[in-house]
């Protein structure tokens, strides 16, 4: 009898829990109506673009990626119930962050339902539900893989299969409510995607239209900033513990670099990552064919090849063994600070010293890939390095 009272408090405390877990079609059909099509449309009407945003206020505040509108004199937003807007109303934007809210004149729209995206963690299972290449409420799943640093913010990288037109999609958590903004990133990686979490985004909400189309910046041009390559100005060699990239200005040209959204550079760093011990010289020439690839160090087992201008912020380099040529390490030069080390890879590590340099040997991780950092001496973090197990 005690234990028939026992399990009856377990049920009633515990039930409650489990039944906030959705399944992947009953999120799709309660949440699906919200999520639309955005596409962008130039002087003449013509379609030049296309992504996907969600509707976030009854009246008609959408929530999308800045890349999807930017260059567009007008945007038409079509409705899963076949609906459809024009607008170039803008509530609210953030080019670094690439997020936007748009406004279209609705009334009693669906909505989706926000969630906290400081709550998610790596492991957690995701939906996304967006419109590649125009397909209404298509839906994938998966889990987030890695809470990821960038310069000034932080996303989710997600394992959740998206294409081109995803951007600007929603990310759910299983509990149905949305923790992230998708954006499509690298096209020959898919299990490799991004979003950013939502809880940058719900400051820009509302109703009030502040600014238009017209008066949107030109999407930016990869255009090398003049001040870039003194932030990387670490000479001092870790010799076998880590090998810091060369400073320069390479990427598509000599002064160009190769990508010009931050995001875009850290989902191919990622690719690179998980091609450790896999890939060979002919599969990062073809994920990196737009770039120039420049041989920073050669010796009779190993070579270095590296993009010293990834991005405006960051260069990789790409260590290969000899004679295989198989990629055993991934270098990638950052700034951040110790907090957003740990934030995105934990505090399980040890400190050395080596060459008078702080190295952070986070030893093997889940993935059986290694990783260590580099200090420099004002105790910021300047270089994160993955390689394969010796």
């Known amino acids: ?80 119930s076949g609906d459809m807007y024009k607008t170039a109303d803008l509530v609210d934007v953030d080019d670094v962050k690439d997020i936007a809210v748009i406004k279209i004149k609705g009334f ?35 889990v987030i893989s890695g809470v990821r640093r960038l310069d ?59 600014t238009s189309l017209a008066k949107l ?19 001092q060699p870790i010799q076998s513990q880590i090998t810091t990239a060369t400073r320069g200005k390479l990427g598509l040209t000599q ?6 959204r931050p995001d875009e550079a850290l989902a191919l760093f990622y690719r690179m990552v998980e091609g450790i011990g896999l890939y060979t010289t ?10 120039a690839l420049v041989k920073t160090k050669e010796s009779d087992d190993a070579e270095e090849l590296t993009i010293k201008y990834l991005s405006f912020h960051t260069g990789m380099t790409l260590s290969l063994s000899k004679p295989d040529r198989l990629l055993n390490g991934v270098e990638l030069l950052v700034t951040w600070s110790l907090d957003d080390l740990k934030n995105t890879f934990g505090d399980k590590f040890k400190k050395r010293t080596v060459n008078k340099q702080q190295v952070l040997d986070f030893g093997k991780l ?11 001496g004002n105790g910021n973090v300047r270089s994160v390095k993955f390689t394969k197990p010796k």
Not at 17 to 41: D, F, H, M, N, Y
Not at 184 to 193: E, F, P
């Open 108 to 142: 009693k729209l669906p909505t989706v339902n926000l969630g906290d995206s400081d709550k998610a963690e790596t492991g957690d299972n995701v939906i996304a539900i967006s419109s590649p290449e125009g397909l209404v409420n298509s839906l994938t799943t998966g």
């Open 217 to 235: 910046q030109p999407p930016p041009k990869a255009e090398p900033e003049p001040k870039t390559g003194d932030i990387y100005n670490t000479d």
């Open 282 to 291: 002919t599969e990062i020439g073809e994920l990196t064919r737009s770039a």
């Open 366 to 376: 889940p993935s059986g890939r290694q990783l260590v950092a580099l200090m420099d």
């Open 152 to 210: 000034t913010h932080r996303v989710f990288q997600i394992t959740a299969p998206i294409s081109r037109g995803s951007s600007g999609g929603a990310l759910f958590n299983s509990n149905g409510e949305v923790i992230g903004v998708v954006t499509y990133l690298l096209k020959s990686g898919q299990n490799i995607n991004f979003a950013v979490p939502i809880n940058y985004a719900r400051g820009m909400i509302g109703d009030q239209v502040t």
């Open 1 to 80: 009898m005690k234990f028939i009272a026992q399990l009856f408090v377990l049920l009633v405390f515990v039930a409650p829990v489990w039944a906030q877990s959705k399944s992947p079609g009953t999120i799709s059909r309660e949440q699906g109506q919200a999520v639309v099509i955005i596409e962008a449309l130039d002087d003449r009407g013509s379609v030049i673009g296309q992504g996907s945003g969600f509707i976030v206020t009854p009246n008609g505040a959408i929530v999308s990626n800045l890349h999807v509108i930017q260059g567009a004199a007008t945007l038409r937003v079509k409705l899963p």
């Open 255 to 260: 002064q160009t670099p190769m990508f010009v």
